[in-house]
């Protein structure tokens, strides 16, 4: 599908911010259909070109950077310099959304807050994106996606219970925001389509972690405050009984959700179980020692033979792959979730595409991230700025 065909097909978003979060709004509006243009500062660019998952550099930009703002123009502008500052202003007049993560009071300083920014363009939606809310004293704290985990008690629902905090393995505080910003700016656009007038969306990491603990917050909220309790052995989730866990095979690893003790003791065979068959109460309170029944005895066939047993009978279970086996499985194929780009050097990237298909297709970028100010001036001549 191309970009013409989108929803979002003619709506033009100026994108201020850097690293991860707001880049991530910016991307999922951009595989919907919308015209981003990314500001850069000369030279250096986004911070986010030189922050590497690992040793792995295309032409000098990280891979990450190349992942997140694919599809997307550069603009280099010196937001210190009153001429690139004026140009900006003339083409957020233009624009539809802008989006922004700069620490709270450094976007005021630049004349380009909410209000000043509304004065001007006040049809503009507005998304902004901070660490820890607008007020409070952890305003003026680095809004960095470790330190929002660390913060949000989110790091003692990983692991078991003797690991101590245990992040999450992906920046999942940046991701959720990012996609929270962007459902809040849609609904945004859907109102301005109707009245004309734009609006302020606002999150931060912290609100966006707090949204994403909130079933296990909603326990904790209403049974006195008590803690979440990590099971001691293959522990998957604080507030599921057994069997709910992943367990070793002989060959590999068998992940297993909710299913009723009764039927798992009758498909495998554990005559351990069938104390705890009538006993539904005991699954949560005795969840440890019927895992390690259950472990002892997975251990010692295959996984595709316990597969094979479980799930013709509709068991909620699924062998754990790695990278290397999803990616070659054809469920993955059938997704067609991989694109072939060519970067700016002229060299060839495989990066996901969006998650979303609308009428049936799968937006595609149709331009790799591109280099910084790649698109300068094009955009100039093009807004005459």
Not at 33 to 59: C, F, N, W
Not at 213 to 233: C, K
């Amino acid at each position: 599908m191309t970009d013409d065909h989108l929803p979002l097909s003619g709506i033009l978003v100026v994108d201020l911010s850097q690293f991860l979060a707001g880049p991530y709004a910016s991307l999922r509006l951009q595989d919907l259909g919308a015209r981003v243009i990314k500001i850069e500062r000369p030279g250096k660019g986004d911070l986010t070109r030189q922050l590497y998952l690992s040793d792995t550099v295309i032409d000098g930009d990280s891979t990450i950077f190349h992942a997140i703002n694919r599809g997307k123009e550069s603009l280099a502008l010196d937001l210190k310099n009153g001429s690139d500052v004026s140009a900006l202003r003339k083409l957020i007049k233009r624009a539809d959304v802008l989006i922004q993560n700069f620490r709270p009071g450094v976007i005021e300083r630049l004349n380009l807050g909410y209000n000043s920014v509304s004065s001007f363009a006040p049809h503009i939606v507005y998304g902004s994106i901070s660490g820890y809310g607008p007020e409070g004293p952890w305003v003026g704290f680095p809004g960095q996606d470790l330190l929002a985990q660390a913060r949000s008690g989110a790091m003692w629902l990983n692991g078991s219970a003797e690991d101590g905090p245990v992040p999450f393995g992906l920046a999942v505080a940046d991701m959720f925001a990012g996609a929270n910003l962007a459902q809040g700016i849609l609904a945004s656009l859907v109102r301005k389509g109707k009245t004309g007038t734009g609006a302020l969306v606002e999150t931060s990491l912290l609100e966006s972690m707090v949204d994403f603990q909130f079933e296990v917050l909603a326990t904790h909220l209403n049974d006195g405050g008590r803690p979440p309790e990590r099971a001691q052995f293959r522990s998957a989730h604080v507030g599921l009984s057994a069997p709910y866990g992943v367990y070793p095979t002989a060959d590999g690893w068998l992940a297993i959700a909710m299913t009723p003790i009764g039927l798992l003791a009758e498909l495998l065979e554990i005559v351990d179980l069938e104390v705890y068959v009538n006993r539904p109460e005991t699954w949560f309170k005795e969840r440890d020692h019927i895992k390690q029944v259950i472990a002892k005895r997975l251990v010692l066939e295959h996984t595709d033979h316990w597969l094979a047993i479980l799930q013709p009978h509709d068991i909620w279970c699924a062998k754990v792959l790695d990278w290397s086996e999803f990616l070659n499985e054809d469920a993955f194929s059938r997704l067609d979730m991989i694109q072939h780009l060519i970067n700016a050097a002229g060299n060839p990237l495989r990066l996901t595409r969006s998650p979303l298909r609308i009428n049936g297709d799968r937006g595609i970028s149709l331009r790799s991230a591109p280099n910084v100010g790649q698109d300068s001036m094009s955009i100039r001549n093009e807004f005459d700025l």
